[in-house]
C-alpha cells in the first residue's frame, strides 16, 4: 500500500519563475493538505483540498494556488517565486471524516526541497 | 489563533541520558496533541497523541501527558538511542476544524555515543 508520494523531490528555480509541486495522497485519502516547512521551522499550513476544491487556507499569499484532480492527487503552484519561498513543501493526506482518534489525523510524503536562487 | 510552543535545540545528549522537550500550547478549548518526528531526508512520522486531558501517550520508550492545567505536552523519553537523533515537533488539532494541524518550532535532539 502506497504512502504519500510526492514529486519531484529535489527542485532549483530562479527568482520570478513558477513552479509546480505534485502529490498523490495515500490509497484510500479523499484529502489533500500542503504545508511549507522553512529551514529550523515548524511545517506551516498552506491550504486543504477536499472534492476538487480549496476548504481552508492559512496565511499565505494569492501567488500560492493548488488544484486537486478526480483522482484526490494534487499540484501546488506558486508563482513569481521569491528567495523566501525556498522552503521543504510536504503533502499530507487525510480522509476528512475518518478520523477516530487512532493513528495520525494526517499522513505526510517526505516533501520537496525547493531551493529559489 | 492557536499555537504552540516547544524549546528551541539543539538539544545534545549521551546515549542513555534522559530527554525532555517541552511543549505548551494556547488554543480556544480542548485540542488534540501529537508529537512527530522528522528524520533527515523523510516526512513526518506520528510519534504518539493524547487526545484528551490527562491522556499518556507513548510509544517507542517515549511519553507525554496531556496537561489542561497548564496547556502542556512535555515529550520525554528514559534512556535515548543514537537512533533517537531527529527533529521533534509538537502540535495540536481541532477535529472539527478539518484536520489542520499546527505545529511548534521543532526541536533536534542530536544523541552522541
Known amino acids: 500500500d502506497a504512502g504519500v508520494t510526492q514529486s519531484p523531490t529535489h527542485l532549483i528555480k530562479t527568482r520570478g519563475q513558477q513552479v509546480t509541486l505534485r502529490c498523490s495522497p495515500k490509497?484510500?485519502?479523499?484529502?489533500v493538505s500542503w504545508y511549507q516547512q522553512a529551514l529550523g521551522q515548524g511545517p506551516q499550513f498552506i491550504f486543504q483540498?477536499?472534492?476538487?476544491?480549496?476548504?481552508q487556507r492559512g496565511n499565505f499569499p494569492d501567488r500560492f494556488s493548488g488544484h486537486q484532480f478526480p483522482n484526490y492527487s494534487s499540484e501546488l503552484n506558486v508563482n513569481a517565486l521569491l528567495l523566501g519561498d525556498s522552503a521543504l513543501y510536504l503533502c499530507?493526506?487525510?480522509?476528512?471524516?475518518?478520523?477516530?482518534?487512532?493513528?495520525?489525523?494526517?499522513?505526510f510524503g517526505n516533501g520537496t526541497r525547493l531551493t529559489v536562487t | 489563533g492557536d499555537s504552540v510552543t516547544q524549546m528551541e535545540g539543539p538539544v545534545t545528549l549521551s546515549e542513555e541520558a534522559f530527554l525532555t522537550i517541552n511543549c505548551t500550547y494556547t488554543?480556544?478549548?480542548?485540542?488534540?496533541l501529537f508529537w512527530y518526528v522528522q528524520y533527515p531526508g523523510e516526512g513526518l512520522q506520528l510519534l504518539l497523541k493524547?487526545?484528551?486531558?490527562?491522556d499518556k501517550g507513548s510509544n517507542k520508550g517515549f511519553e507525554a501527558t496531556y496537561r489542561k492545567e497548564t496547556t502542556s505536552f512535555h515529550l520525554e523519553k528514559g534512556s535515548v538511542q543514537v537512533s533517537d537523533s531527529a527533529v521533534y515537533f509538537c502540535?495540536?488539532?481541532?477535529?472539527?476544524?478539518?484536520?489542520?494541524?499546527?505545529f511548534g518550532g521543532g526541536t533536534r535532539v542530536l544523541v552522541k555515543p
Open positions: 488554543a480556544t478549548g480542548y485540542p488534540s
Open positions: 483540498y477536499y472534492e476538487e476544491e480549496e476548504r
Open positions: 502540535a495540536l488539532i481541532f477535529k472539527a476544524a478539518g484536520n489542520k494541524l499546527t
Open positions: 499530507a493526506s487525510s480522509s476528512l471524516t475518518q478520523w477516530t482518534g487512532d493513528n495520525s489525523p494526517l499522513h
Open positions: 490509497s484510500g485519502h479523499d484529502t
Open positions: 493524547a487526545t484528551k486531558a490527562d
